[in-house]
Structures are given as structure tokens and as C-alpha cells.
Nanobody, 118 residues
Framework: VQLQASGGGLVQTGGSLRISCAVSGRPLSGWFLGWFRQFPGKEREFVGSIRWSDGSTSYGDSVEGRFTISRDKIKPTVYLQMNDLKPEDTAQYYC????????????WGQGTLVTVSS
């Protein structure tokens, strides 16, 4: 599996942004696609994930209710819709993938920077 994230940029506090992760390489049945973010000098933080087969999602506490993950099976692409953005959401955002048989994400795309101005 290969991942290509895009769509980051500058947005004002309270605004919205959607970032994308194009997926290629193999059929995705049995895979989870996740979004993580990393703040300067800190470890990556789990944002949320989606199970490719049925679209079920889970989210980290800090984004629950504001962020939504979806996928397009045709393209295939995973999206992270971010609403009500706050300056503390400023980070490098990464998409990642793991097969259901693995306990951790082991395929990573390059990051895309999201900056929220106050």
C-alpha cells in the first residue's frame, strides 16, 4: 500500500478544511486507514481511523465531534474533514495504514501541514 496526503494549508480559527489521502497498491479489504498529527517536538497523536470494508470510524478525544473521516472506494481516497478548527490543531497531518492482523500502523504517507491562525 502507498499513501499520498494532500490538501493542507492555512485556515482561520473556526474555519474548515478537508485533507485527502490517495491510496494505491493493493485491494484494501482488511485494512484500516488512519490519520495522525504531530506537533513540533512531540510524538504523533492519533486523530482517527476508518475500516475500509464497512466505513466504521473511531476518533481521538481531542477531535471527536469536530473531525470526520470518510472514504471513497472508487478513487480510492480517504478524507479528513476538519471543522471548527482551533490554533491547537496546527500540526503536520499524516495518513497511515495497517492490516487488521497487525496491531500498529506500519505504512505511512508523507505529511501535509495544517496551520490554523488565531
Amino acid at each position: 500500500v502507498q499513501l499520498q496526503a494532500s490538501g493542507g494549508g492555512l485556515v482561520q480559527t473556526g474555519g474548515s478544511l478537508r485533507i485527502s489521502c490517495a491510496v494505491s497498491g493493493r485491494p484494501l479489504s482488511g485494512w484500516f486507514l488512519g490519520w495522525f498529527r504531530q506537533f513540533p517536538g512531540k510524538e504523533r497523536e492519533f486523530v482517527g481511523s476508518i475500516r475500509w470494508s464497512d466505513g466504521s470510524t473511531s476518533y481521538g478525544d481531542s477531535v471527536e465531534g469536530r473531525f470526520t473521516i470518510s472514504r471513497d472506494k472508487i478513487k480510492p481516497t480517504v478524507y479528513l474533514q476538519m471543522n471548527d478548527l482551533k490554533p491547537e490543531d496546527t500540526a503536520q497531518y499524516y495518513c497511515a495504514a495497517r492490516h487488521f492482523s497487525r496491531s500498529s500502523y506500519d505504512v505511512w504517507g508523507q505529511g501535509t501541514l495544517v496551520t490554523v491562525s488565531s
